[in-house]
């Protein structure tokens, strides 16, 4: 997806980003919420840094994408920005299987010519998919961390 200079570049951003997030929050209880997000972080990490471009290692991606849709009412109220950033990531993710969906329609109208050429369709955003979960649960997590920090604390009335 990038070249190897602008990989590496991208890798050390993200290994920073991430080691700076996980110092702060390293007292943080495995109970917490947070560690959940911290985990999803490291598992959305670990597939943008890793030199393959296989797609099995996306089964990592199941535990931020569950992180995600379970806040998904929280963030899509929250504002434009993060209905965008929710619509985008949906559709890079869903798009192998409504590729796959509209070949297999189409398999019943078109020569298999044509589908010869479709084959490769779903496999577009393969390479984008780590990256666009990486963006979305960062940006989540963050979302999340301001309303809690600007929360009144629970005592308050």
Avoid: H
């Amino acid at each position: 997806m990038f070249t190897p200079f602008w990989g590496k570049v991208l890798a050390l951003a993200v290994l920073l980003g991430l080691a700076l997030v996980c110092w702060q929050f390293r007292w943080v209880s495995n109970r917490d919420p947070a560690f959940n997000w911290i985990l999803a972080l490291i598992l959305a990490a670990t597939i943008v840094i890793a030199p393959k471009e296989a797609p099995y290692n996306q089964v990592l991606l199941v535990s931020p994408i569950l992180l995600v849709i379970r806040c998904l009412p929280l963030v899509w109220a929250k504002s434009s920005l993060s209905r965008a950033s929710l619509a985008i990531a949906a559709l890079i993710v869903f798009w192998p299987w409504l590729a796959a969906f509209a070949i297999t329609v189409a398999a019943f109208f078109l020569p298999a010519e044509a589908l010869q050429r479709a084959w490769t369709f779903p496999l577009y955003t393969s390479l984008a998919i780590p990256l666009a979960m990486f963006v979305l649960v960062a940006y989540v997590f963050n979302e999340l961390r301001q309303t809690r920090l600007n929360a009144p604390p629970s005592g308050a009335s």
